[in-house]
């Protein structure tokens, strides 16, 4: 299915209601108001992140690679995840709130990279367009296309790092076994 990309306004409906569904659970609310006009595109299925930043600082990032729920609830769903269940961070606490950047990134469905050699693989990575997902066996790692841009990888640094962050060693690619997949994301953020 392909995708059509979304409004800079319907960005923005997401990063409001990215930060209202954080605010509701830390208050201990069960009801979110949604707006009662969302787009249509809302209930498409579609994988999303969402990353927390205080004072440029990761603080939480979670979401859904795979579009497996409609984009409104993975949305809320990996909003809050994102504040209170990333294990590598304590959960949000409300008086952090004011200092935390919301940004919503909504992925398109990966594709697997298909390679005659395993070293080929960087030539068909578009560092700061693609994402990319490393996977073999149970081990998984993701990183959003706007990471390799922010650390200044080119792309096979791109790729070794997110085989680390699987948990494999950052050569795996070259393994058979292992399977490398990009997709690209419509990146949304608070001020704009």
């Not at 990309?5 to 960005?11: F, H, I, K, Q, Y």
């Not at 990333?86 to 008086?95: N, S, Y």
């Not at 005659?116 to 998984?140: C, N």
């Not at 993701?142 to 922010?150: K, N, S, Y």
């Amino acid at each position: 299915m392909k995708y059509a990309p979304l409004s800079r306004d319907e960005g923005r409906t997401l990063v409001k209601i990215a930060r209202m569904a954080i605010e509701e659970h830390l208050r201990g609310s069960k009801n979110l108001r949604l707006p009662d006009d969302l787009p249509d595109v809302f209930r498409q299925r579609r994988g999303v992140f969402v990353t927390l930043e205080k004072k440029g600082n990761l603080r939480g990032c979670i979401g859904y690679p795979e579009p497996v729920k409609p984009l409104i609830d993975a949305l809320i769903e990996a909003a809050i995840s994102a504040a209170t269940g990333d294990p590598r961070f304590p959960p949000v606490k409300p008086e952090e709130l004011d200092d935390i950047d919301v940004e919503v990134s909504v992925l398109t469905p990966p594709e697997p990279l298909e390679v005659e050699s395993p070293a080929d693989y960087p030539s068909l990575i578009r560092v700061g367009v693609d994402g990319l997902i490393v996977e073999r066996g149970w081990a998984r790692g993701l990183l959003l296309p706007q990471v390799a841009t922010e650390w200044g990888w080119d792309a096979e640094e791109f790729l070794c790092n997110t085989c680390m962050k699987a948990g494999l060693p950052p050569d795996c690619f070259y393994d058979p076994e292992t399977r490398v997949y990009r997709f690209q994301a419509q990146i949304f953020h608070e001020d704009g």
